[in-house]
């Protein structure tokens, strides 16, 4: 990384209240030219509540005196309840929340030092913020970069997939509820206010993922937050980023589809990261691009930013399969719009064991998968790329001993797919819901097999997230599965697999119980969008060396380790997996604070019992300096019955190592057809 600044020396405002109607401030962290106050500036804002001065700082300081130095006051702001904003924190996506973003983007415009023009920028939940209060038109806001997000909060938030229920609603549900209870710093809100601040904060904590876990279809709890529902509110432009290895790519082509403001996509093979810090790389200089949408949008400066392609994204090659990669191969490509006139679409029928563009043999195929299939799978959204763990799929060959698998044959020449492969098959099923699991791969000349994408679909959701409608024994239905989207280039000498399960564990919770399908393959059918090279892919520009402004000062006092492992029990017939993270202890040397993370998850299911599916999630938080010695943790325990979802959620608050507050949740919630 190229540590690099602009022309104009910055200040740090390292805390201004932003005082709302009802008389709450909202805590914010600002960078300023020097020269903002006599030389307005356009302001940049990121609206998170993972806490400004302890949590997102080390990111922070990489990013927004970099923006400060090129003319633009960057902004970090801390959602109401969290960090060390006042008030109190209600759930993810919350009406207030909008209702705070919005006042506080209109006292921004009205500062000496802001010239009138608002920004908005953030990654996954700021990406997510960036899209709603752009979709409430504030009085300013004239331009967004929405990174690792979605538009819709059910099919795309890390809570259902296909209407199946991911693990991750229960790893993330942990992590939120007990992350906002921690403490607001004490130097910030004063020595006589944090801890009866912290007191209402714990009294007020609740698991909210027992809310998610009780709208299990697609209805006004989910449609509220979901951009979706009216693209056309949003005015502004839109900058729409992700990863392949990220959970919420998905989003960027719909965005890109559906929005009527001016809009551009970008999508490289980065996971859960910004792409100047982009691991799978290679990373970008993304932060120069951001100043070029900037200028364009807030300043009125002709970038030519606007006069590129609406799409680029990076095709990935070949690789063999690991749990980690520091770089993917591949090469940039450009469409003037999207959907895009460069990509065709190419038809492969299914046959027993086999993929071919003729026409094959009549099969009428069986699978009921183990339970344990999905072992190899990765996880939904790999947050801890960049040397945090090991979370990308394995071998396919693990899980595809347990499913039906379809192989073309060997490709003459490279095959390069750009969006989503699309899954028709003729299906009858023997209960009233069941998960089939698609999985697209690369079969290469020495076996290994490499996941492409994938997709995933609780087939009494067939017609949709919100009118559910069980399978009846003995019915055929015509099923549609769209898997995730992706860019790939298939070699020359490989094969195409397709991979059909009815089981992906532990990525989504087991069906209540075990299905089997039976498929009709002469009337099945994989369509894959071709996208061939194109004469401008070869004229495209390059991006930049990343750069970005000088990182803050830590220490490390303990080091950090990631685990994954899995264990097979043979009686009886059982696999766990278990991860363990634990960050150790880092200072942030300039503030002295002392921060630490531990988090484990363990996920355990019978290879022929669904119901004897259990997941188990750890976090733990801590924060010290001097004697302001402070802890939160939550634990939750999930196991089921056909008709239950049982949950156990504890959480504790420590200060100085004693515990001084303690609450736990036993629940019980009806499925529903999940």
């Known amino acids: 990384m190229k540590i690099a600044l602009g022309p104009r020396p910055v200040r740090l405002l390292e805390n201004v209240w ?34 400004k001065r302890d949590g997102t700082v080390l990111r922070d300081e990489r990013m927004y005196p970099y923006f400060a130095s090129h003319g633009y006051a960057s902004i970090r702001l801390d959602i109401r309840g969290t960090g060390d904003s006042e008030g109190l924190f209600e759930d993810e996506y919350v009406k ?41 038109r504030p009085k300013g806001l004239k331009a967004i970069i929405t990174h690792c997000s979605t538009d819709d909060r059910y099919a795309d938030d890390g809570h259902y997939m296909g209407g199946c229920v991911l693990n991750d609603t229960l790893v993330w549900g942990t992590t939120c509820f007990a992350s906002m209870a921690q403490s607001p710093d004490p130097e910030i809100v004063g020595q006589d206010r944090w801890r009866a601040m912290w007191m209402e904060r714990l009294e007020n904590a609740r698991p909210t993922l027992i809310d998610w876990l009780t ?59 910004y792409p100047h810090e982009g691991v799978p790389g290679p990373a970008i200089g993304f932060l120069q691009e951001c100043l070029r949408w900037w200028d364009h949008w807030l300043k009125g400066k002709d970038t030519g930013i606007m006069q590129e392609p609406v799409l680029r994204s990076w095709m990935l090659d070949w690789a063999e399969p690991a749990a980690h990669y520091d770089e993917r191969p591949g090469h940039w490509v450009a469409d003037p719009s999207w959907p895009s006139p460069h990509v065709t679409s190419r038809i492969f029928r299914i046959g027993t064991g086999r993929l071919s563009e003729q026409a094959l043999p009549e099969a009428t195929l069986e699978i009921s998968s183990p339970e344990t299939v999905g072992i190899a799978g990765g996880e939904w959204c790999p947050y801890g790329l960049g040397g945090e763990g090991p979370e990308m799929p394995l071998d396919q060959r693990w899980d595809d001993g347990g499913s039906l698998i379809f192989d073309s044959h060997l490709l003459a020449e490279a095959t390069p797919i750009l969006g989503a492969p699309v899954l028709e098959l003729e299906v009858t099923c023997d209960t009233p819901t069941a998960i089939l699991a698609a999985r697209l791969s690369d079969v290469s000349p020495s076996g290994e097999v490499t996941r492409v994408t994938y997709g995933l679909l609780n087939l009494s959701h067939r017609d949709g997230h919100e009118d559910l409608q069980p399978m009846e024994a003995g019915r055929s239905y015509r099923i549609r599965l769209a898997m995730n989207a992706v860019g790939y280039t298939y070699p020359a ?50 991006f930049g060396t ?23 029990d043979v009686l009886p017939k059982q696999v766990t997996v278990t ?16 921060v630490g993370l531990q988090k484990h998850m363990i996920y355990s299911v019978a290879e022929n019992d669904p119901t004897a599916a259990r997941t188990e999630v750890y976090h733990r938080d801590e924060l010290s300096r001097g004697a302001w010695q402070t802890a939160v943790e939550g634990r939750t325990v999930m196991t089921a019955t056909k008709s239950t979802f049982h949950l156990q959620i504890d959480f504790n608050a420590f200060e100085n190592g004693e515990r001084i507050f303690e609450r736990s949740w036993s629940k019980k919630i009806p499925r529903d057809l999940v």
């Open 215 to 273: 709208h299990q279809r697609r209805d006004d709890f989910w449609r509220h937050g979901s951009v979706c529902e009216d693209y056309g509110a949003i005015d502004c432009a839109v900058f729409a980023v992700g990863g392949w290895a990220d959970g919420f790519s998905n989003a960027v082509f719909r965005l890109l589809s559906n929005l009527r403001a001016p809009r551009k996509g970008l999508i490289g093979p980065w996971g859960h990261t």
């Open 493 to 542: 000498g490989h094969r195409i697999r397709l991979s059909i399960s009815t089981a992906y564990w532990p990525l989504v919770l087991p069906a209540p119980e075990r299905a089997t399908l039976t498929i009709e393959a002469e009337a099945s059918r994989l369509n894959l969008p071709i996208r061939m090279p194109q004469p401008m892919d070869a004229e495209l520009s390059t």
């Open 546 to 568: 990343p750069e970005s402004s000088a990182p803050m000062a830590t220490t490390v006092l303990k080091p950090g380790s990631v685990e994954r492992f899995a264990r097979l």
């Open 18 to 51: 932003i005082p709302l109607s009802d008389g709450t401030r909202l805590a914010a962290k600002i960078w300023l030219p020097e020269d903002a106050g006599s030389s307005p500036v356009p302001a940049i804002v990121d609206y998170i509540p993972y806490r």
């Open 579 to 594: 991860v363990k993270r634990d960050d150790g202890f880092v200072r942030l040397d300039p503030i002295g604070t002392v």
């Open 96 to 136: 207030q929340e909008q209702d705070d973003a919005v006042g506080a983007i209109e006292w921004m415009t009205r500062q000496a030092w802001c010239s009138g023009s608002v920004g908005m920028i953030g990654k996954s939940w700021g990406g997510f913020s960036a899209l709603q209060v752009a979709a409430r």
